[in-house]
């Protein structure tokens, strides 16, 4: 590990280092530019918008879009704004990062601690659901959702992204506790200590960090999921991004675009803030679904 | 003579027990993955239309499918989004994990502002890019604000430009994690190396040329991979920046497949469209996860 911390042994003139900083602040421009145009967008009535410079500062600050957006807004064929689809995200996403995250702790202890013939091939089975085009399981799904009575509703849903989320969480847990000391868990096996005693005594407590970061990658995940929402939901339980692109894409009156500005942040609101508070542990995630190394 | 046959009992769940914690998991991937899979692949063989039906037809399916203007137009889509996509997402990715590696001031700061579109959602961020690129309120009609009235960009708009802003919005969001995975290889190679280089006179450019960037073909490998397979399943940015449109100008496999399936009631076809998808994900995938999972023993 200490090779990852290490500084280049690179020298650049002072000349470079202008332009490479001139370069960075620049791309940093590209990738706030959304972020600020949504939010000064936001807050601005629409004739500032229609009329108006979207890089400009409003004349007039507004909250009614945010109000609107909320509570108010024509999404689909109520106007019942966002809240409610907020709540129905908020009612899928605990429960699916919940089980998905306790299935993949549970597995990755077992695919390194209690390791059989074939282990591995069974990993890769789990692993490669996370890499599919869903749109090869979007028939047959609908049809079995529909068998169980699940069809349309939230615990659909919840099943939905617990079956193609455990590959990503039982990948964590099992990268993380290969490097826990195998010896400790067979020490403990030798003074008796059963399969779930091990489990709950000695590996859980250490595996905090490896819980914040399945837990934060699994919510990114599942909230920002579209394509099953539009698929198996109904309005009781249509997610957030389902409803933000019905309320960007309704045909009817006049194209709020404040309000779907304001919509927009309220759909990425969540997802931000827990990238603000604990970035780090979501770019590992991020990471350790790519370089398995 | 109870205790040793509680006993022999005992150590036998203890045997058990790891697989039959794991069987769960196991028993939900082979059926809600492989058992699927299966199903979709053989509905690509049978007549059906809004529901699925078990009429063989062979591969009259995939006849269809390659004779569909609408198809080609998807996989041609598919291939400039990808290869631009892709090319431009892997060099900027470079370039700023390269800048980075100069031991910039601030990099804690800039990092994470490069990132964090990686946690937005797609249908965010193609609202956020739609309205933006949008002639009547976007960039065109913020430039005629400023001043500049003959100012023109209207390739949301424009069927043989429209796929560009797609890339444009998919490059926005997931660049920064390009770069995130070279610098995490930059900062893995050796000092020791470039010092000798250094000391031999090598410049910059060189060693960068020579040494560094042949040493990250493992982050070359896993950002192709990454960025391959995300192409591929390219859906809700699309749907929420253009709808596939104008016309069928930015349609791809992911909203074909959608669309054939569940409003133009052609099973038969979206799931061989679906199976082709499958195919192309399962080529570039497969030999990644065999060689990644083979070098941990």
Known sequence: MAAMQQESAIRTSNAARVLIYLLLLLFAFFYLLPLFVMGVNSVKPLSEITGGNMMALPEIWTLEPWRKAWSEAQVGVQATGLKPYFWNSIKMVVPA???????????????????????????????????????IVLIPMARVLGIFGLAGTTWGLVLVHVVYGIGFTTLYFRNYYAAFPTELVRAAQIDGAGFFQIFWRIMLPSSGPIIVVSVIWQFTNIWNDFLFGA????????????ALNNLVQSSTG?????????????????????????????????????VKG | MAAPVDADFRTRLQVWLPKLVLSPSLAMALVFVYGFILFTVYLSFTDSRILPSFGWVGFENYF????LRHWEIAVTNMGVFAVLYMLICTAIGLTLAIFFDQKIRGEGV???????????????????WKWMLDPGIGLENTMHALGWESFAFDWIKNRNYAIYTVVLAAVWQTSGFVMAMFLAGLRGIDNEILKAAQIDGASNWNLYRRIIIPQLRPA?????????????????????????????????????????????NQMGIGAASATIMLMTIAAIMIPYLYSELRERK
Not at chain 1, 103 to 120: C, I, P, Q
Not at chain 2, 64 to 67: A, D, E, P
């Open chain 1, 97 to 135: 990062v919940f089980i998905s995250t306790v299935l993949g702790a549970l597995n990755g202890y077992v695919l390194t601690k209690w390791r059989f013939r074939g282990d591995t091939i069974l990993f890769g089975l789990m692993l490669f659901a996370c890499f599919i085009p869903f749109q």
């Open chain 1, 231 to 242: 698929s198996f939901a109904d309005f009781s339980s249509q997610p957030m991004t389902v």
């Open chain 1, 254 to 290: 006049v194209k709020e675009y404040n309000v779907h500005f304001a919509g927009a942040i309220l759909a990425a609101l969540p997802t931000l803030l827990v990238y603000i508070v604990a970035g780090r542990f979501f770019v590992r995630g991020l990471m350790a679904g790519s």
């Open chain 2, 64 to 67: 269809k499918l390659f004779r």
């Open chain 2, 110 to 128: 800039l990092r994470p502002i490069y990132l964090y579109p990686m946690a937005l959602s797609f249908i965010v961020t193609g609202t956020a």
């Open chain 2, 220 to 264: 070359f490998l896993s950002a192709f991979v990454i960025l391959a397979h995300l192409a591929i399943k390219t859906y809700d940015l699309v749907i929420a920046l253009t709808g596939g449109g104008p016309g069928r100008a930015t349609e791809l496999p992911a909203t074909f497949m959608y669309s054939y399936t569940f409003t133009r």
